[in-house]
């Protein structure tokens, strides 16, 4: 099958698997009420909104200039700077790395960009064992599974299926509560941290004028994996630039309250560079990977450009209509919802994936709550609109058939309901899918039933 009939396939069982939408429901119910008071705490949240967005706006029109002034901080810092092209650039360069520090194990800390480049597979296949060291992320690695959600990665699973996972995999008692069920995996690591030649985190933000790497988080892992083991490898696509640390009172309270509701997260970690020789605590060696993998072709189309601001909040997944209904796995792609649905098919081929600019209802409820004020239904479209030239012939057809009529009142009111139902019923259940069936058309247009209200 086709990417698309895979797509609409899977979408159509999970969106009646009634145990997924209740799990979904019951954890996105707990987001909302935690987003929702999260953002309370701002007087003006939109004029923060607007601040962020502004600030992401001037990083993407100097980008290049940011990333030199980011690469020599860093370089003055004491750490490496190593530049891919592409997934298969960076594997290449951080193999030659591992294996000359012969790595026999390595602790990682959550990230989506080692998630796009598939690096626990490759690594994995150098007989070199990646533990995550998030909770969430260590829940699906040990059910090999992928990150089901942007920021909560086992969002899918509920705390007993963690249970009789952990009772499956480790021999755990199926009744542990959930902080025994924590307290486990917190005793489990501390030993993978002890052990480990090397940790890996990702980014959220690169500040370019100090050279320092901001990561955020809950758990005190990603201190542990950046301080712990004597090597620190950050892997980081090269649009997390923000101009300096000055920025993050901004952008650190932003990205917590729409991404846990929180004002701040636990942990605030900033990193410039391996341990100096006045230092006691510290890796020894720092390298930073700045991962390219399609975004310059992203950067160059101007319109494209405004979805490399994300902060990767996951706040449009969590108000998405379509991604509640139909899960993240769904997506088949490491970045899902209306963000991922925008990227990924740029980042892979556009001509597999462009079917998830489709999987919008174009509500605009994602645009709304984008604390960087992404114009995400306006690229959506803009995907959609590309995605026609590389249909097949009928497809191509059909699209720009539907558009021009749909698009003009005059020819939707040429056809009486009788010719309109007929056009419909020839489609079957394929227009809305085979559990709702699509209504009849009136035998009024909608004109006809308008002016007949406004007389009134």
């Given amino acids: 099958m086709s990417k698309v009939q895979d797509f609409k396939k899977e979408a159509a069982r999970i969106a009646s698997d009634q145990n997924h939408r209740r799990t979904i429901q019951f954890n996105m119910s707990k987001y909302d009420l935690a987003v929702a008071n999260g953002r309370k705490r701002y007087k003006n949240l939109e004029l923060a909104k607007e601040q962020a967005s502004?600030?992401?706006?001037?990083?993407?029109?100097?980008?290049?200039?940011?990333?030199?002034?980011?690469?020599?901080?860093?370089?003055?810092?004491?750490?490496?700077?190593?530049?891919?092209?592409?997934?298969?650039?960076?594997?290449?360069q951080l193999s030659e790395l591992l294996k000359a520090e012969q790595v026999k194990m390595l602790v990682k800390s959550k990230s989506m960009v080692t998630e796009e480049i598939e690096l626990n597979h490759h690594v994995n296949n150098l007989c070199i064992e990646s533990v995550e060291t998030d909770l969430g992320e260590f829940i699906v690695q040990t059910a090999g599974e992928k990150p089901y959600h942007i920021v909560t990665p086992a969002m899918h699973k509920s705390k007993q299926d963690?249970?009789?996972?952990?009772?499956?995999?480790?021999?755990?008692?199926?009744?542990?509560?959930?902080?025994?069920?924590?307290?486990?995996?917190?005793?489990?690591?501390?030993?993978?941290?002890?052990?480990?030649?090397?940790?890996?985190?990702?980014a959220n933000f690169l500040c370019a004028k100090e050279g320092a790497v901001a990561v955020t988080e809950n758990e005190g892992n990603a201190l542990l994996t950046a301080s712990y083991p004597k090597t620190h490898i950050v892997i980081a696509g090269i649009e997390k630039l923000i101009p300096s640390i000055e920025n993050l009172p901004l952008f650190w309270p932003l990205l917590a309250s729409h991404g846990t509701g929180q004002q701040l997260t636990v942990y605030s970690n900033l990193f410039f560079g391996p341990k100096k020789s006045t230092e006691v605590d510290g890796p020894e060696q720092m390298v930073i990977f700045l991962l390219d993998n399609k975004r310059s072709e992203i950067y160059s189309d101007k319109t494209l450009q405004s979805s490399l601001k994300c902060i990767r909040c996951g706040a449009c997944l969590n108000a998405c209509p379509v991604y509640k209904n139909i899960g993240g796995y769904t997506y088949s792609t490491t970045y899902s919802g209306p963000i991922g649905s925008v990227l990924s098919p740029h980042f892979k081929d556009f001509g597999d994936y462009n079917h998830l600019s489709f999987a919008s209802s174009l509500c605009g409820s994602c645009e709304e709550v984008c604390p960087v004020k992404i114009p995400l239904t306006k690229l959506l479209l803009y995907n959609r609109q590309k995605a026609i030239v590389v249909q097949s012939g009928f497809d191509r057809f059909l699209n720009k058939s539907l558009y021009t009529s749909l698009s003009n009142r005059s020819l939707m009111n040429a056809f009486n309901s009788f010719f309109k139902n007929l056009a419909t019923s020839l489609f079957g259940n394929n227009l809305v899918g085979k559990d709702k069936d699509l209504p009849s058309f009136s035998r009024k247009t909608f004109n006809q039933q308008w002016k007949k209200h406004i007389k009134r």
Avoid at 56 to 69: A, T, Y
């Fill in 162 to 202: 963690i249970a009789e996972l952990f009772n499956k995999e480790f021999g755990t008692d199926k009744n542990l509560s959930a902080e025994e069920l924590t307290a486990f995996v917190r005793k489990l690591l501390r030993k993978k941290f002890i052990k480990a030649d090397v940790g890996i985190t990702g």
């Fill in 54 to 92: 502004i600030i992401k706006n001037q990083v993407i029109n100097q980008l290049p200039d940011l990333l030199m002034e980011f690469e020599t901080k860093v370089l003055n810092n004491g750490a490496e700077v190593y530049w891919a092209e592409n997934q298969e650039q960076l594997i290449d």
